[in-house]
């Protein structure tokens, strides 16, 4: 009775918590299988906690197209707040975001337009999928 | 509200617990809520079992002094709670999650003021009819546990 009282908490607890921790990666927002490239130009820069942002908008097929790219927190950010200016033009590559319609990357590695790597570990920080 | 979260996110508190790089900002509030946690579920927690039978060799009254574990771990959350809120209020004030979570831990809190008062106060009620603790204990467990899971699902909802 005691055991099956335990087993019924266990798988109870199992229940609630099995989810949370699927959900403890970046693979559940990000496909880790692909990486796709963009190029463009920085709009925005967000160096905050839990996660920093990078906007950048390109142009590709005459169309407009506003990249959402997920980085470190503030302590593994590869920017400060001023250390990529707006308006730098810039190639990334990175694994894209999994919602349907939305133009996000993480695991992002920055290039200026020539190939060259921009910034620390070319912006690679802590929050890169593996 | 919106308001308020707005005021409260430009705030120097939302500001630094946002955006310092310092290593003692947000990893370490986040840590210490992540740790303020542990204290206050894992005495909850002690304390429910053993009501639910376990560990009998444990006298329930020799459990008490574990109440102010879990206030101190309670207030070592509020405390960072409030910070962690301030560094994001716009977006967590319109989260329903939030709000379960804050549920939860309120309801959570009277059952745990109960539980200390009719069972860790009065033992002798306990070993007469254990039935209404039991029912009290299981329930907390569920409610400290939904708290956690809303807390973290406040991440990905």
């Not at chain 1, 949370?20 to 970046?26: D, K, L």
């Not at chain 1, 590709?60 to 707006?86: C, F, R």
């Not at chain 2, 002690?46 to 459990?63: E, Q, T, W």
């Not at chain 2, 009065?122 to 546990?145: C, E, F, I, N, Y």
Request: positive net charge; charged residues 15%; glycine residues 10%.
């Amino acid at each position: 009775m005691r055991i099956l009282f335990t087993s019924v908490l266990a798988v109870g607890f199992l229940v609630c918590v099995t989810p949370v921790m699927a959900h403890h990666s970046a693979a559940a927002a990000y496909d880790e299988t692909k990486r796709v490239e963009a190029q463009g130009t920085v709009t925005k820069v967000l160096v905050k906690n839990p996660h920093s942002w990078v906007f950048l908008e390109s142009s590709d097929n005459g169309q407009k197209i506003q990249w959402q790219i997920e980085m470190g927190g503030v302590t593994s950010m590869a920017w400060t707040k001023d250390g990529l200016p707006i308006g730098t033009p810039v190639k990334v590559t990175g694994n894209p975001s999994r919602a349907p319609g939305t133009h996000g990357l993480t695991g992002a590695a920055f290039a200026k337009m020539d190939g060259t790597p921009l910034g620390p570990r070319a912006g690679r920080g802590e929050y890169t999928p593996r | 509200m919106t308001d308020f979260a707005a005021w409260l996110q430009d705030s120097a508190l939302g500001v630094w617990t946002r955006e310092s790089p310092s290593i003692w900002a947000y990893p370490t509030v986040l840590t210490l809520h992540t740790v303020g946690l542990g204290v206050l579920v894992g005495a909850n927690a002690v304390i429910d079992f053993r009501l639910l039978g376990f560990a009998r060799r444990l006298p329930i009254p020799s459990l008490a002094p574990l109440y102010r574990f879990m206030w101190a771990g309670f207030a070592v959350n509020a405390v960072t709670g409030v910070m962690l809120f301030a560094s994001d209020a716009t977006k967590k004030a319109t989260q329903p999650v939030f709000y379960i979570k804050l549920a939860l831990i309120a309801v959570a809190l009277v059952i745990t003021a109960m539980i200390r008062k009719t069972v860790v106060g009065g033992p002798a009620l306990h070993d007469a009819d254990p039935g209404p603790s039991r029912r009290l204990a299981a329930v907390s467990l569920l409610l400290w546990a939904g708290a956690i899971a809303a807390g973290r699902l406040m991440a990905y909802l």
